[in-house]
Nanobody, 118 residues
Framework: QVQLVESGGGLVQAGDSLRLSCARSGRTFSSYAMAWFRRAPGKEREFVASIRWSGGRTIYADSVKGRFTISRDAAKNTMYLQMNSLKPEDTALYYC???????????WGQGTQVTVSS
C-alpha cells in the first residue's frame, strides 16, 4: 500500500501564493507518476498537474499553466505544488494521487482545502 498525506492548504486572497506538499510512504514501485487533482464545490474532480517520479516530466492543465509548478524531492518522498497568482476559481479541495507502474491513479490522499477570496 501507499500512503499519501497532503498539507499546506489555507485561506488566502486573490494574487497570493501557496505551496502544497504531499508526503508519500509505503510500498515503492519501479516507475510511477504522481499528480494533483482538485474538486471545487459543485463540480467534478479535475486534473491539475502531474509529474513522473523518474525524469521529472510534467503536465499541466491549461487553467493553471504559468501559475502553478509541480515538483518532487525524491530524497524526502514528497511532491509539491507551488501555486502563484491564485484566483477565486482555484478554490477547491486539492488531492494528491499516485499512479504506480501505469496502473492509473489508484492511491489518493485525503485532500487539503485551498480557499481564495476575492
Amino acid at each position: 500500500q501507499v500512503q499519501l498525506v497532503e498539507s499546506g492548504g489555507g485561506l488566502v486572497q486573490a494574487g497570493d501564493s501557496l505551496r502544497l506538499s504531499c508526503a508519500r510512504s509505503g510500498r515503492t514501485f519501479s516507475s510511477y507518476a504522481m499528480a494533483w487533482f482538485r474538486r471545487a464545490p459543485g463540480k467534478e474532480r479535475e486534473f491539475v498537474a502531474s509529474i513522473r517520479w523518474s525524469g521529472g516530466r510534467t503536465i499541466y492543465a491549461d487553467s493553471v499553466k504559468g501559475r502553478f509548478t509541480i515538483s518532487r524531492d525524491a530524497a524526502k518522498n514528497t511532491m509539491y505544488l507551488q501555486m502563484n497568482s491564485l484566483k477565486p476559481e482555484d478554490t477547491a479541495l486539492y488531492y494528491c494521487a499516485a499512479n504506480p507502474d501505469n496502473n492509473g491513479y489508484i492511491y489518493w490522499g485525503q485532500g487539503t482545502q485551498v480557499t481564495v477570496s476575492s
